[in-house]
């Protein structure tokens, strides 16, 4: 089973500053990574597939990067709707796993 | 309007059974693989299982292997899955997940919770 490792478990950011956040394979899964948010109560949503792609309607200050076994999601300047949590999916190996997510707070 | 309407979730005791049900509508279920994806309280998401369009092949996260079985309906468009010898750490959020291609987006349903416990 591959691994994912997500880092930091938790961000604190000021609404309009830069988050960055990792997301780690244990082993190369090329491209084939989803980034999702997700709010309490709530299903989680697309924001990024083939680990660069934007969704349908996901905001351009979203972005996605990486490859292989490095991983990052960008969000250039945070709103207040993005405080959340984040999970990162491999789907290049069954099982497809998750990270553990990264919640980004308001500083 | 792609929808995923999710069904079935409750108490049980620890052993018993559960059968889950999810709804789909709004794109070519007959083409689509169907996923589900639990969250227990609190905590992150784990991918259960996995099924093919046509209900030929399924796979199964290790943690349930042997427990749980997906199947389909394509005339019902819904899609299924049978929980048993339920334990407490299976307490969770059910949810049902598309990838509709046509769309390039991924969709879920509102989740059903299933409860384990004496």
């Known amino acids: 089973e591959i691994v994912m490792t997500q880092s930091p478990a938790t961000l604190s950011v000021s609404p309009g500053e830069r988050a960055t956040l990792s997301c780690r394979a244990s082993?190369?899964?090329?491209?084939?990574l989803l980034w999702y948010q997700q709010k309490p109560g709530q299903a989680p949503r697309l924001l990024i597939y083939g680990a660069s792609t934007r969704a349908t309607g996901i905001p351009a200050r979203f972005t996605g990067s990486g490859s292989g076994t490095e991983f990052t999601l960008t969000i250039s300047s945070l709103q207040s709707e993005d405080f959340a949590v984040y999970y990162c999916?491999?789907?290049?190996?069954?099982?497809?796993?998750f990270g553990q997510g990264t919640k980004v707070e308001i500083k | 309007e792609v929808q995923l309407v999710e069904s079935g979730g409750g108490l049980v005791q620890p052993g018993g059974s559960l059968r889950l049900s999810c709804v789909a509508s709004g794109f070519t279920f007959t083409t689509s693989w169907m996923d589900w994806v639990r969250q227990a309280p609190g905590k992150g998401l784990v991918w259960v299982s996995r099924?093919?369009?046509?209900?030929?092949?399924?796979s199964y996260a290790d943690s349930v292997k042997g427990r749980f079985t997906i199947s389909r309906d394509n005339a019902k468009s819904t899609v299924y899955l049978q929980l048993n010898n339920l334990r407490a750490e299976d307490t969770a959020v059910y949810y049902c997940?598309?990838?509709?291609?046509?769309?390039?987006?991924?969709?879920w349903g509102q989740g059903t919770l299933a409860t384990v416990s004496s």
């Open positions: 082993q190369s899964i090329t491209s084939r």
């Open positions: 099924i093919n369009s046509d209900g030929s092949s399924t």
């Open positions: 999916l491999q789907y290049n190996n069954w099982p497809f796993t």
């Open positions: 997940r598309v990838w509709v291609a046509d769309k390039r987006d991924d969709y």
